[in-house]
């Protein structure tokens, strides 16, 4: 349907003197123009500056800081005159939503030895769960390698059984640097960066009660090596929504400094140092030589952590039981074990603020009665960093709004940014992911296209929608947790980016005029669906 656009219809009331015409209302294309315009890189800019500040202490779930942009996001809903629907303990409604989250996390973790104490993230880390929940001794045993080959057995003659076995990363070299296991250039699976788990299998099968594996890196190596994969050992501080069990052996696997690894076996660090070039430069098994004793405490503990969604919600008029869901996350990773702090202003600032522009933009419109057909609510969830946990809350255990009225979710995550894939293309900041918006509904697809033709005329690039895809990004942000309950969705991603989940995502790195045309384009296809005539058709279902 074409609409006569403003400028326009000033012509015609100039040529025929009708001048009743002012009186009606603006046409829908006119208004939506209108509206679009307040959504401005300057405001987006104004808001992720606060955001995504240091005082945010970077977002973490359950944190002060995370606690600190609810409050920061339900004002501006507040100022903006959104309603807030959820009900609170006292009765009264509010715009947070509070629930808990199950944590299990380190306790006590620590080993010592040679009279001293080793420290988490600093002298070692851990593969994989373990529980040891009261100190323990052991012997300690060196093995090598650790390896159990045709070639090599380092395990000849060695009753490691009930004991913590010492072992190298790595394995032995030619004098051409290749594989002395596999005799080729090409490293063995004893050698491969995965290789800690076919040595653990074989401690294991010889009856070790704890893996000790030594780093051959030196010690500025080593810190980098804690520094890069503290983000990875997080994953052993789980959250979810319910409490529960977790499975866990008694065997742990230590990765170590080359000085833990001497105290370990009660040497002195340069003895050591020098026993292990010895074995790497002439290939001079010292296996069973060097014992001494280790204790070990490994404990998992339980902590609930409360937290909470932010919403703001805006009631239509004529279809105001039907309701578009505008979202994006706000949390992020929080502090790194060295103290930097990770800002999140890609991740997601940039996607919280868009949310924030287009509540405003709404509001604005209803203000002056111009206010959608279809109700809005402005959703901004926490947890997604720990799997998507706020969005789950919502969709499957406390849906404020009822999902069968729920008629999409508009989700923002990671704009504002190019990505890798796109910094050298001409113009390159012009383009958008656009993923899910064909996988429900045909409808969504068509007026995300149209919208995009009639106004913001970006490059939609949809390479993460196709399904496959590796990155299997239309399952990773918090769409999919409306997406499985048969809710069109579209999600909108400019793509990862070398700052991803690093304390260098910072505000000054955003280009906030992509970051406005996407936020706009967002704009146009929420007030497109908040306004046709008919409910969007779920008649697909595409993976």
């Given at each position: 349907?074409?609409?006569?656009?403003?400028?326009?219809?000033?012509?015609?009331?100039?040529?025929?003197?009708?001048?009743?015409?002012?009186?009606?209302?603006?046409?829908?294309?006119?208004?939506?123009?209108?509206?679009?315009?307040?959504?401005?890189?300057?405001?987006?800019?104004?808001?992720?500056?606060?955001?995504?500040?240091?005082?945010?202490?970077?977002?973490?779930?359950?944190?002060?800081?995370?606690?600190?942009?609810?409050?920061?996001?339900?004002?501006?809903?507040?100022?903006?005159?959104?309603?807030?629907?959820?009900?609170?303990?006292?009765?009264?409604?509010?715009?947070?939503?509070?629930?808990?989250?199950?944590?299990?996390?380190?306790?006590?973790?620590?080993?010592?030895?040679?009279?001293?104490?080793?420290?988490?993230?600093?002298?070692?880390?851990?593969?994989?769960?373990?529980?040891?929940?009261?100190?323990t001794n052991y012997e300690t045993v060196f093995v090598n390698y650790g390896i159990v080959d045709d070639k090599f057995n380092d395990y000849v003659n060695l009753?490691?059984?009930?004991?913590?076995?010492?072992?190298?990363?790595?394995?032995?070299?030619?004098?051409?640097?290749?594989?002395?296991?596999?005799?080729?250039?090409?490293?063995?699976?004893?050698?491969?960066?995965?290789?800690?788990?076919?040595?653990?299998?074989?401690?294991?099968?010889?009856?070790?009660?704890?893996?000790?594996?030594?780093?051959?890196?030196?010690?500025?190596?080593?810190?980098?090596?804690?520094?890069?994969?503290?983000?990875?050992?997080?994953?052993?501080?789980?959250?979810?929504?319910?409490?529960?069990?977790?499975?866990?052996?008694?065997?742990?696997?230590?990765?170590?400094?080359?000085?833990?690894?001497?105290?370990?076996?009660?040497?002195?660090?340069?003895?050591?140092?020098?026993?292990?070039?010895?074995?790497?430069?002439?290939?001079?098994?010292?296996?069973?030589?060097?014992?001494?004793?280790?204790?070990?405490?490994?404990?998992?503990?339980?902590?609930?952590?409360?937290?909470?969604?932010?919403?703001?919600?805006?009631?239509?008029?004529?279809?105001?039981?039907?309701?578009?869901?505008?979202?994006?996350?706000?949390?992020?990773?929080?502090?790194?074990?060295?103290?930097?702090?990770?800002?999140?202003?890609?991740?997601?600032?940039?996607?919280?603020?868009?949310?924030?522009?287009?509540?405003?933009?709404?509001?604005?419109?209803?203000?002056?009665?111009?206010?959608?057909?279809?109700?809005?609510?402005?959703?901004?969830?926490?947890?997604?960093?720990?799997?998507?946990?706020?969005?789950?809350?919502?969709?499957?255990?406390?849906?404020?709004?009822?999902?069968?009225?729920?008629?999409?979710?508009?989700?923002?995550?990671?704009?504002?940014?190019?990505?890798?894939?796109?910094?050298?293309?001409?113009?390159?900041?012009?383009?958008?992911?656009?993923?899910?918006?064909?996988?429900?509904?045909?409808?969504?697809?068509k007026i995300s296209e149209a919208q995009n033709a009639e106004h913001t005329k970006m490059e939609l690039d949809y390479k993460y929608n196709d399904p496959q895809?590796?990155?299997?990004?239309?399952?990773?942000?918090?769409?999919?947790?409306?997406?499985?309950?048969?809710?069109?969705?579209?999600?909108?991603?400019?793509?990862?980016?070398?700052?991803?989940?690093?304390?260098?995502?910072?505000?000054?790195?955003?280009?906030?005029?992509?970051?406005?045309?996407?936020?706009?384009?967002?704009?146009?296809?929420?007030?497109?669906?908040?306004?046709?005539?008919?409910?969007?058709?779920?008649?697909?279902?595409?993976?």
């Amino acid at each position: 349907m074409h609409f006569i656009r403003a400028g326009r219809l000033t012509g015609l009331l100039t040529l025929t003197g009708h001048l009743l015409l002012a009186q009606a209302p603006a046409p829908v294309s006119s208004a939506a123009t209108t509206y679009a315009q307040t959504v401005s890189a300057a405001d987006l800019e104004k808001h992720l500056r606060i955001l995504a500040a240091d005082d945010m202490e970077g977002r973490e779930t359950g944190t002060r800081g995370q606690k600190k942009a609810a409050a920061y996001i339900a004002s501006q809903f507040a100022q903006f005159g959104l309603k807030p629907i959820v009900k609170q303990a006292d009765g009264s409604m509010g715009y947070l939503q509070p629930f808990t989250l199950y944590k299990k996390t380190w306790g006590d973790l620590n080993v010592k030895a040679d009279g001293k104490s080793f420290t988490y993230l600093t002298d070692f880390l851990v593969n994989g769960l373990f529980s040891v929940p009261t100190e323990t001794n052991y012997e300690t045993v060196f093995v090598n390698y650790g390896i159990v080959d045709d070639k090599f057995n380092d395990y000849v003659n060695l009753d490691v059984k009930g004991k913590a076995v010492v072992m190298l990363d790595g394995e032995p070299k030619n004098a051409d640097g290749g594989s002395a296991v596999s005799g080729g250039k090409e490293p063995s699976k004893w050698g491969k960066p995965d290789s800690w788990r076919a040595k653990v299998t074989a401690a294991k099968d010889k009856g070790a009660a704890q893996v000790f594996i030594v780093s051959m890196e030196d010690a500025a190596g080593f810190k980098r090596l804690m520094s890069e994969r503290a983000a990875l050992q997080q994953r052993f501080n789980r959250l979810g929504l319910k409490p529960g069990a977790e499975n866990t052996g008694s065997v742990g696997t230590f990765v170590v400094s080359t000085d833990m690894g001497a105290a370990l076996l009660g040497q002195k660090p340069d003895k050591f140092r020098k026993g292990l070039e010895q074995i790497t430069r002439m290939g001079t098994s010292t296996v069973g030589k060097f014992a001494g004793k280790a204790s070990v405490k490994a404990e998992r503990k339980d902590e609930n952590v409360q937290t909470e969604n932010v919403m703001g919600y805006l009631e239509g008029t004529d279809k105001k039981d039907e309701v578009l869901i505008v979202s994006g996350h706000y949390d992020h990773i929080g502090i790194s074990p060295d103290g930097q702090i990770n800002n999140g202003a890609n991740d997601d600032g940039s996607g919280t603020v868009s949310v924030l522009e287009l509540a405003q933009a709404f509001s604005q419109a209803k203000a002056e009665g111009k206010g959608p057909r279809r109700s809005v609510l402005f959703l901004t969830v926490v947890g997604e960093e720990k799997g998507l946990l706020g969005s789950e809350y919502y969709a499957d255990f406390s849906p404020v709004l009822p999902l069968e009225n729920t008629v999409a979710d508009l989700n923002i995550d990671m704009v504002g940014r190019v990505d890798d894939l796109h910094k050298n293309k001409q113009p390159n900041d012009n383009y958008i992911y656009v993923i899910g918006s064909d996988k429900l509904s045909s409808d969504l697809h068509k007026i995300s296209e149209a919208q995009n033709a009639e106004h913001t005329k970006m490059e939609l690039d949809y390479k993460y929608n196709d399904p496959q895809d590796p990155e299997r990004i239309y399952y990773r942000s918090d769409h999919y947790n409306f997406a499985k309950h048969k809710i069109p969705i579209i999600f909108y991603f400019n793509g990862l980016h070398a700052d991803y989940h690093r304390p260098t995502d910072d505000v000054d790195k955003i280009d906030f005029k992509l970051a406005e045309k996407t936020a706009r384009l967002v704009f146009y296809t929420a007030w497109e669906i908040a306004n046709r005539d008919e409910r969007l058709k779920v008649d697909s279902n595409k993976p």
